[in-house]
């Protein structure tokens, strides 16, 4: 079973930054692909970005090219989101994930693992 701990959400003024960061213990890390997830107030969970097992692979949601960067650091088994230029609508639960493979994959139900989410609210 590996457990995923999301943080650094918060909240911050429309066209600040933040960063969140998704950890785990657990070594085999490097062998998932992860995604990061987002689920605004009574909406679905959508998929914002992904990564393959070695970094070298992405893949973002069309609303946040260019503001957005997901990368990974395999050797603290840690995932990274910065957000930049932040807007209200990216409001929302933020969910990192992690699927078996290295496969990027924009569907959740195909991902293995999940963390408890973390909240940003973007202040107009």
């Known amino acids: 079973q590996v457990q995923l701990v999301e943080s650094g959400g918060g909240l911050v003024q429309a066209g600040g930054s933040l960063r969140l960061s998704c950890a785990t213990s657990?070594?085999?890390?490097?062998?998932?692909?992860v995604g990061w997830f987002r689920q605004a107030p009574g909406k679905e969970r959508k998929f914002v970005a992904g990564?393959?097992?070695?970094?070298?692979?992405?893949l973002y949601e069309d609303s946040v090219k260019g503001r957005f960067t997901i990368s990974r650091d395999n050797a603290k088994n840690t995932v990274y989101l910065q957000m930049n230029n932040l807007k209200p609508e990216d409001t929302a639960v933020y969910h990192c994930?992690?699927?078996?493979?290295?496969?990027?994959?924009?569907?959740?139900?195909?991902?293995?693992?999940w963390g408890q989410g973390t909240q940003v609210t973007v202040s107009s």
């Open positions: 657990d070594s085999t890390f490097s062998a998932y692909a």
């Open positions: 994930a992690a699927r078996r493979g290295d496969y990027i994959h924009t569907v959740e139900q195909t991902y293995n693992y």
């Open positions: 990564l393959n097992r070695d970094g070298a692979i992405t």
